[in-house]
Every structure is written in structure tokens, then in C-alpha cells.
């Protein structure tokens, strides 16, 4: 809880929903009549309305990416660091919106609301959702807070890969697209992850197939182990290492299974803590959206067509110890751009911090963010 | 089932028990009055009763390391590739020895087994095994085949760890050690990884304390998860995706949580497998013993020092593609042993199967192994 709000912050924040009731065919094949998206918008829309921005969260993350809720929040927006008067993503300059995924649990419609065909929560009734259609949803907020075109996409993880559908998607609507973090889709090894994950879900007996609402229970230990796997690929080894390296909880061993290591400390920490705040369906559906990402697909398997779509410049950023989507990853994509004859600045971060650097306020990071977000800023000023 | 055994393989084998009625005093506090090693043996101990080798199994290992124990088994021992006539740890020339470590679940005393004072079985009152008593209770072993001197003590990953174990305590023992895809303690993040396998297990409901025997059930969801997740840290990025990419399962999408990619019926199958052969008692143990593996915690967490206490000469051997126990930490037991003054043959072997390659027959790496024993067996010669 902050004693008092930060002069670089965007300040105190009330959460919109915004509420859909055209029906939006899915691309399971399912159609939902009506949805809502909850978000935040930080900064002013100027009269041109082109210094919009759109914010892309991460698969446990939600719209509130910066400032605070109340004076009461422990801690500000998960990219407060990034957002803010004078911070890379400027307020001052830029108006910048952040929603919470559909399917998600944050307050956009997800398998805890209420399905209205049947009076009870959706649970695993909720229709699969997939990068491309939080791109369309998306979409319709764009045009319902009176936007034409983003002056960027942005995303880190999953949400690198958003700005990536959103480029091929809608090429109009945005003049840059930042893939930070992110892959052209998931190796054999990321969907390995998810999948456990799932299997400790699915195979938690409170889980009731995704009915636990229903019996007053929730998926504790299947959401725990499934987070405490997440923060494992999140870190990299080295800064587990030095976070944690082998230093001991009470000073000694103990032989048994209480905590020993202050890894294992920290990941019960994660993994009990998330439980509280996120619901595994939404969890399962986050982690199927990403195994599906693969926007080569729709072209024959082949990305540089699938990017040729795109008319937005690209600014593709990857952290050298990041080994959940390792720089090579990024580097497919920055290929795939020059070969598809699209503007692109890459830049790969020095950085010990595995896969979380993209929310650490990095000094090169942050420089290359000013720098790109300075010449947006000149281009629009330009027009 | 081989229709016929081949030519290079060590034959029909029958595994045997040694029993030992002098109790032992554990590292962990706890003494246990009496227990049983099973263990193989393939070639014949020469008159000099000097071409002894001792194997030393991983995590998930056991004593059957060759040859088949009967003509309806399906697939050899887990290292018959190096182990044979005329193969790296040649029959003709060598005694081999390969046993179950203590607290396992394929012959030697363990959880699994009654507890004679109780009547019960051992369950969760079976105590912690480190690999020092490991290294104890083969001695013990080595003395009852009448041997007094190891030709040399070869492991992969957690056997590479006893290896080194072997050479610190019982330096006059072991003229050779053989520590491959090994490290001289775990990191923080392999901690990471088997906690979450430990609290899959533990927190699986069908555990019951670890009495689940009495409960005539097996936590079969909490293995198999834990499972699983070892199965992705064996294997590299690179060949996962050499072995099943993204490819699927249906040959198209099926919005479900059913296997869709290759990879999860990859991971399920070794899951469901593992349940049926695979004690959960005994895994808890055997993460355990490998977080406690720390050789320079005894000598002020200075691995020169402990290493300074060996005589024997040291192959160490990494592979390229192996992030459980990538070749930096070899090079962190090469460059300690270098610096104790040690004797150290090492070598970074091109491989992309990541920490599984300890157990391919890699060209390069079994031309390794075969130079390496055909100087031992010179020294063998010549003394």
C-alpha cells in the first residue's frame, strides 16, 4: 500500500466494462451471444485520436497494468514500471487502454460468470477462446472507444504473440506491433509444460470437471503445482541461482518434507498464493490458447506469408536468459519479417532474469522502449 | 521380446540379493538394523580380482542394467548400449556390478517392504537416504563379493553424483570415477523442479501419508504428474522438437483436453507407465537424496577441498543439449578437480537427445568410454 502515490504514476484507476451484445462466432466453432470486456485507459485520447495504444497482458495476467485500484493495493499494475507520466509507455503523450482477455477471470466474461443459457456458472461449458478471437473482441473495443487505428500493439509472452495476430489480422488498424518475449508459436517443450499443468488440474479430484463452483471447492493443489511449474520456466537458472542459489530456510536439513530451500519456499509461496486469485478454468483455456497460437497456419505452415499481411512495424525484443521463449524464438520472427519485407528493429537484452525481464524496468530495455516509442511519437506528429 | 538374445548382449541374467544384518547408521540420524541390495552382475572377476566395475543408477534407475531376465522381456537393461561383450564396458574384460540403491523399490530394502518392527510397511517411516549412505551401503557390498578395490565407479546424472561420493569416502577404493551428465550439487532451479514433483505426489489424496499401501491405492495422478514434468527436463528443446514438434495427434484441432499434440501423448503415456513400475515413497526419497547431494558441504563448501581427498582418477563427460545438468557444471567439477590436482579426462560430447544422451550409444561418446577403459585395463596389466 503506497503512503502516497508515486509523482510517476498514472494515479488512482477505476476499472470500465464495456459490453457487447452483438454474438461473436468463435473460431472453436462456438458463438457467444453476449460478452463484456473489463479494461483501463491511462493518459488522454488526443484530438486526432491516434496516440491510442493497446496493451496485451501475459496468460496469468489482466487489464490493471498500472497504478493503483485504491490506497489501499499493496502493489501497482503488473507494467506499472513501463506506464506512466514520463515512463517509456508516457501517459502524458500517449493514451494507452489495457483489457482483460475474454475467458479470463479478472472481470471480462469467463467460465466463473454466468452462462444466461443455463442460469449457472459456464466452468468448462465456456467455448475455447484463441489469440485470434481475443484479437477480434479486441477489435470491437477499438472501435467502441471511437479508435481507428492503434498507434501500437503491445505485448509481452502471449501478449507478444496478440500483437502479432492483431498485425495480420487487422493490418490497418495499428502502425507498430511490439513481440516482446515472445515465439512464432510454442515448441514441443512449452506445450510439455502446459500440459502438465493441465493434467494437475484436470486430475485434481476438487476440479469436479470444472464444476468445482457448483460443490463451494476450487482446484487448490492442481492450480498450485501448475503455478509453482509456471514460475519455474519465468526464472532463469542464473537468477534462481542468485535469488535462491541452495541457502536453507531454517539453516540446516531437516529429512522431510516440510520446506528445506528457500526455492521451495518461494515456489509454495507462488503457487498457494495464485490459488486465490485465479480460476483454473480460465487457467486451462489461457494455456490451450498459446499450445494453438500459430499464425503460419492459415498460410500453409508458412510464416512469411502469414506476416506479408502485416502493414505495421514491428519492434521485436528478446532477454538473453529468457529459455521459455528464448532469443533464437524471437529471432524466427524477426526473420520471417525481413524475408516478408516488413519493417523491423530487434533488439536482444542482456539480462539475467529469464522470461520475467519483459516486466523489469531493465535500463537498455526501457532505453529501446523511449527511443522506439519517441519515434511513433515523431511519425504521428509527422502526418 | 527378442526373438533370439544377441550376440553382444550379456545373456539371461538373474539378479541376487546380498543381505546385511550389521545395521547402518544413516546420514540423516536414523540407524536401520538390517537391509537388502539386490544386484547384477555380468562378466567374470579375473583372478587379481582387480577388473571390477561398480554402475551406478539414476533417479528412476535400478540394479538391471543388461541383458534380459527373461526371453518374454521386452526391452534390455536400461544401459545393455555400453554394457556387453565387446561393447564400451566390455564383459570379456570387466566385472561388472550394478545394484538397487537402498530405499528403492526394485528389490533393495525400501519403503515399499515391512518394516520389522512394526510388522507394517515402511511407507513415510522409511528414513532419508543420502548418497552417501548409498556409497556406505555399496561398500558393504563390495566387501561381500570379496572385492577390494573398484577397477571404477561409473554413473550417469545421480549415479555420476555417487561416483564422485564414492571417490571422496572411499579414496583407496576406486583406482577410476566416471561422472557423466552429473554436477556437483543441484541448482536451485533443479531443486524447483523436484519440488513441484514432490508436492504433486504428496499432495495427491490418494497418498494417504505415504501409507497408501494400506489403503490398497497408489497415488497414480501425483507420480504420473511428476513423472511427466522429469520426462520435459530429460529431453532437450531441440529434440522435442526433432521428435514430435507440434504435430497432432487427430491430424487437426479438437478444442478439448484430450491429447491434441504429439508431444502430450508422448508425456501421458510415460506418465501412466511410470505408475505401474515406480514406488511413490521411493521417488520422494530419491529427489531428496539428489538435493542433498553437496560433496563440499562437509569441507566448508569448498569442492576442491573434498575432491583433494580423492585418489582416483576422474572421466568427467557432459553433453551439449543436457539444461538439467548442462556441461557448465561438469566444467564446474573439471575445474575444481584441476585445481585439487587431480588427474581429469574430460569431454563435451555433441548431442541433441539433452540429459537422456548419458544413455544413447552417441558414437563419439561410447569411442570415449572404450579409450578410456582400454587405458584402464593397460594400467590393470602393468601393475
Known amino acids: 500500500m503506497p503512503e502516497q502515490i508515486p509523482a510517476d504514476s498514472v494515479g488512482l484507476i477505476e476499472p470500465r466494462q464495456a459490453v457487447f451484445e452483438e454474438p461473436i462466432d468463435l473460431v472453436c466453432g462456438h458463438t457467444l451471444p453476449r460478452y463484456e470486456l473489463v479494461y483501463e485507459t491511462y493518459g488522454q485520447l488526443n484530438s486526432r485520436r491516434d496516440n491510442a495504444i493497446l496493451i496485451c497482458h501475459a496468460l496469468s495476467g489482466h487489464h490493471h497494468a498500472a497504478g493503483y485500484h485504491s490506497m489501499d493495493e499493496r502493489k501497482?499494475?503488473?507494467w506499472d514500471s513501463a506506464i506512466g507520466p514520463g515512463?517509456?509507455?508516457?501517459?502524458?503523450?500517449?493514451?494507452?487502454?489495457?483489457?482483460?482477455?475474454?475467458?479470463?477471470?479478472?472481470?471480462?466474461t469467463g467460465p466463473s460468470d454466468l452462462n444466461p443459457e443455463t442460469g449457472r456458472r459456464y466452468g468448462p461449458d465456456f467455448p475455447f477462446v484463441t489469440v485470434k478471437d481475443w484479437v477480434t473482441t479486441q477489435h470491437r473495443l477499438m472501435r467502441h472507444l471511437g479508435i481507428d487505428q492503434w498507434a501500437a500493439v503491445i505485448g509481452g509472452s502471449l501478449g507478444g504473440m496478440q500483437a502479432i495476430q492483431w498485425a495480420i489480422d487487422y493490418p490497418d488498424a495499428l502502425r507498430h506491433c511490439f513481440a516482446i518475449a515472445a515465439a512464432p508459436r510454442l515448441s514441443a517443450q512449452n506445450i510439455g509444460f502446459n500440459e502438465v499443468a493441465r493434467q494437475a488440474i484436470l486430475s485434481d479430484p476438487e476440479f469436479h470437471g470444472g464444476h468445482f463452483y457448483e460443490h463451494d471447492t476450487v482446484p487448490r493443489r492442481g492450480l498450485m503445482l501448475a503455478r509453482m511449474l509456471g514460475h519455474i520456466t519465468y526464472l532463469s537458472d542464473d537468477a534462481m541461482r542468485a535469488k535462491f542459489g541452495r541457502e536453507l530456510k531454517q539453516g540446516r536439513l531437516g529429512y522431510g518434507f516440510d520446506v528445506e530451500f528457500q526455492v521451495e519456499s518461494y515456489l509454495r509461496y507462488q503457487g498457494t498464493s495464485f490459488v486465490d486469485r485465479f480460476d483454473a478454468n480460465t487457467y486451462l483455456l489461457m494455456t490451450k490458447a498459446l499450445d494453438y497460437f500459430d499464425p503460419a497456419a492459415e498460410f500453409n505452415d508458412n510464416l512469411v506469408a502469414a506476416l506479408r499481411r502485416a502493414q505495421a512495424k514491428f519492434l521485436v525484443i528478446a532477454f538473453t536468459s529468457d529459455w521459455r521463449f528464448s532469443p533464437a524464438r524471437s529471432g524466427e520472427i524477426v526473420q520471417a519479417l525481413v524475408d516478408a519485407r516488413r519493417a523491423v528493429t530487434y533488439a536482444e537484452v542482456e539480462a539475467n532474469h529469464g522470461h520475467d525481464a519483459f516486466l523489469m524496468p531493465i535500463t537498455y530495455?526501457?532505453?529501446?522502449?523511449?527511443a522506439y516509442m519517441a519515434r511513433i511519437e515523431q511519425e504521428g506528429a509527422a502526418a
Chains 1, 2 share one sequence.
Open 76 to 78: 501497482p499494475g503488473w
Open 87 to 108: 515512463k517509456p509507455f508516457d501517459t502524458n503523450r500517449f493514451f494507452i487502454v489495457s483489457s482483460n482477455n475474454l475467458g479470463g477471470c479478472n472481470g471480462s
Open 365 to 370: 530495455y526501457h532505453e529501446v522502449l523511449r
